[in-house]
């Protein structure tokens, strides 16, 4: 009876097709149909080239001022200076009077709509940094712990809780007293030092229920290796939950790193962050008790604003990620059997 039976053999290449349509393409696909990240994507997107761009100007390669030069554009990028090493007593431009400063000025002659571009680079590397060290230390720990079990299982949930125990503000303000970092990828890290805890927490809850599955049991009775049965088994499972926990430490890094600049415990130097331009407004240029200086206050928020609601809507927009029968509507199975249903009970 299997005489004439075809043997169908699976070429590397569609193996690897199968793998980007099922863990890429069909997320996106599915996430995509929400307007809320789209409007995510498109935000969060402008924030990357942005701070490209101010990167590449900040390293020596003037191509945004280039391009405005030809354009004939009267504004140019320019590196925002400390009010401390400017003269204090200029006349403060304000906003839509002249086309060099579209944003006004401070005090000091500082163009406000350049510092707030000069501070991106600076953001989006702290994001990534914070993003991927949290995510890959909660995926690793959670994952290993939930898995192994036993002895393993026993010491990564002790360092877990005494990284749950530890207060998280605090803890970064002291590393950051002791450390003074500089650079944008350690100060990412080092306020996401303990955040992957709780996520770690959460993916060993998972994984304990994962590793009962029907398939991981065969896996293992195959012999697959360990490694092979967490990066094929299990981990597919979890990237839904693990990129929108991304998105999390990411508006933490957000948040905390302006506090952290505000507060005037990083930097200041230049206008780094979003957080020394609201220090800038308020402590050097007094924007909430003299009249007419709001906009200094005001327009460093609006990036903010922006970037954290890109985030908020990217983490809803992906909420579909979670659901198994739209992923699989997407596959063409729901519609399948949708149209069976409706071949044997007809709609009257």
């Known amino acids: 009876m299997f005489g004439e039976s075809a043997v ?6 569609q193996q690897v097709r199968e793998t980007l349509e099922e863990s890429v393409v069909a997320p996106f696909t599915v996430a995509w149909s929400d307007w809320r990240t789209k409007v995510a994507l498109i935000l969060i997107s402008g924030f990357v ?29 320019e590196a925002p200076r400390s009010p401390a090493g400017l003269e204090q ?6 906003p839509f009077r002249t086309w060099r400063y579209p ?17 991106t680079p600076g953001m989006v590397q702290m994001i ?17 712990s939930g898995y192994k079990g036993g002895t393993v299982e026993s010491v990564l949930n002790t360092i877990v809780d005494v990284a749950m125990s530890i207060p998280g503000l605090p803890l970064v303000v002291v590393l950051v007293a002791i450390i003074q970092p500089s650079s944008p990828y350690v100060i990412g890290i ?14 060993h809850s998972q994984v304990l229920s994962l590793r009962e599955e029907s398939y991981v ?14 990066r094929k088994d299990i981990l597919p499972n979890l990237m839904p939950y693990i990129s929108v926990n991304f998105v999390y430490a990411a508006r933490r890094v957000v948040y905390d790193s302006i506090a ?8 200041g130097a230049t206008a780094e962050n979003w957080g020394v331009m609201l220090d800038w407004a308020h402590n050097a240029n007094y924007a909430l008790s003299v009249s007419g200086r709001s906009y200094m206050l005001l327009f460093p928020m609006l990036p903010i604003v922006l970037l954290s609601m890109a985030l908020i809507l990217l983490s809803q927009g992906t909420d579909k990620l979670f659901n198994p029968r739209v992923r699989t509507r997407h596959a063409g199975e729901t519609v399948q059997d949708d149209d069976a249903d409706t071949a044997i009970n007809p709609p009257a």
């Open 190 to 203: 080092l306020i996401t030092i303990n955040i992957w805890a709780g996520l770690a927490r959460t993916i």
């Open 217 to 230: 049991e065969a896996s293992r009775t195959m012999g697959i290796s360990t490694p092979q049965i967490i």
């Open 128 to 144: 990534v940094a914070g993003g991927i060290f949290s995510t890959v230390m909660a995926t690793v720990v959670g994952t290993v």
């Open 8 to 13: 169908t053999e699976v070429t590397r290449r």
């Open 103 to 119: 944003l006004g000025t401070f005090k000091n002659g500082v163009g406000v709509l350049s510092a707030m571009l000069w501070a």
């Open 89 to 94: 007593d200029r006349i403060a431009v304000r």
């Open 260 to 267: 952290l600049y505000y507060l005037g415990l990083l930097g």
């Open 49 to 77: 080239a942005t701070a490209i761009l101010v990167w590449l100007h900040q390293l020596g390669y003037t191509v945004l001022n280039d391009v405005l030069r030809v354009g004939g554009s009267p504004w140019q990028l």
